[in-house]
């Protein structure tokens, strides 16, 4: 049985509000249902995506910043690595070095019973070049000594050091002190393996 627009007049009020509430709800319902739905999904869908958007910038952006912050730190070590490898001398330089070592020694008043430079040890691009040294003098002169090698424009490094104290020569002298100690200095051989480089390339 249809319902007419006629019975619907002929219905009392209470049954009209209820039937107007029914066709509001079922506007409703199938516009949420078609409609609003599909919207507050791709609504969820945009915030995901939104989401991960947001976490793949921030991970970039710290990646970013992390290779300016490592690019930063390897021109500091490669400028340090420069400045280190102008103090290593080259083989050409090697006497002067140690004529300069020995001079401080001379100076500060020290009388050298031993100098004798042994066979270089190659490291990589550098070789190290020890020199055992037996030195006499008074404890401050030795300490002026140590202070002048370490003032020494090329890398020179004093290890192994063994005191043995004090006799006195003569009345009105201070006691002296015999040094036995072991002196490093570092000779440049990178020229020297790109020359073997070169040669190969040739071949």
Do not use: W
């Amino acid at each position: 049985m249809s319902i007419t627009a006629e019975d619907i007049k002929r219905m009392p009020n209470k049954y009209k509000v209820i039937l107007v509430l029914f066709v509001f709800l079922l506007i409703g319902y199938f516009y949420y249902f078609f409609f609003l739905q599909a919207t507050l999904d791709n609504k969820d869908r945009l915030k995901e995506r939104l989401s991960s958007l947001q976490k793949q910038i921030q991970a970039k952006e710290l990646v970013a910043r992390q290779i300016k912050k490592h690019k930063k730190e390897l021109a500091e070590l490669r400028e340090n690595l420069k400045l280190a490898l102008a103090r290593l001398p080259e083989q050409k330089e090697i006497p002067g070095l140690l004529t300069s070592v020995s001079q401080a020694g001379i100076k500060t008043g020290l009388d050298f019973l031993l100098f004798q430079p042994a066979s270089p040890v190659s490291r990589d691009f550098y070789a190290e070049i020890p020199v055992k040294i037996v030195i006499v003098g008074s404890y401050r002169d030795i300490a002026h000594f140590f202070v002048s090698v370490a003032d020494l424009p090329r890398i020179v490094n004093i290890k192994n050091i063994s005191i043995q104290g004090g006799k006195s020569v003569a009345e009105g002298k201070k006691n002296l002190l015999t040094v036995n100690c072991l002196i490093k200095t570092y000779m440049f051989l990178e020229k020297k393996h790109e020359g073997k480089k070169n040669k190969k390339r040739r071949k």
